[in-house]
């Protein structure tokens, strides 16, 4: 198993880690052979929004995810059941809840959003980006130029920081084999990707097992 790189910290704690090539190959061939529309439940500005859930939950990768999610919960952030997993030993902590993949092309993109109301934990993985290096920059306004990686962009607060210091939000630029792990509540978006480019990223909810959560309501 390879090691987490924590991002920038400036509120929400968002973890990266590398899958390795099969398990990254592994989730593309799931991606290209999955149909099943998500696109009445999402929120995103994508044609190509597909429900895997399915697919994934009977996949070897998906025990790896599993396993680096538990992992975050326990050595990264565990919030308010720190405590209880202290004083247990489970076999785990999270259920896969659902799953999809987006298939981002040209203007493409995600709104601001979070997954308060349907996860505790979310993972974003990236089985395939393809950017289109003849088209790198899309304009902001008539100063500003934005270089096109297809990231993804985290925020938290309010800018109140009049004299320039601090940070309340974090951009992300992902590669393919990234996985990311981050609290439901955390709200982030995605920037377009340009020209010919593809950018595949599978988003997963994953709830903390019923039995934990009573245990750390218990303790209040």
Known sequence: MNKFELLEQFGPRIARVKLSKEETKELYQICINSHKDARGTLVGYIKEEVHIYDQLKGSKVSNTISHYV?????????GRYEKVLKENNFDSICNLASAWYNKQIAMEY???HSHATSADIV???????????DVEHYKVNDTTNIKQKGQIN???GQDMN???????????????G??????????HYTAPVLGNSIR?????????HNHIKRMASSKK
């Open 70 to 78: 538990d992992e975050y919960i326990k050595t990264i952030d565990s």
């Open 110 to 112: 995600n709104p601001i």
């Open 123 to 133: 993972t974003v993985l990236y089985p395939k980006i393809k950017l289109d290096t």
């Open 154 to 156: 985290f925020l938290y």
């Open 162 to 176: 009049t004299n320039g210091f601090g940070s309340y939000s974090v951009d992300l630029e992902p590669e393919e």
């Open 178 to 187: 990234d996985l990311l792990i981050f609290p439901g509540s955390t709200l």
């Open 200 to 208: 595949y990223s599978i988003s997963c909810n994953w709830i903390i």
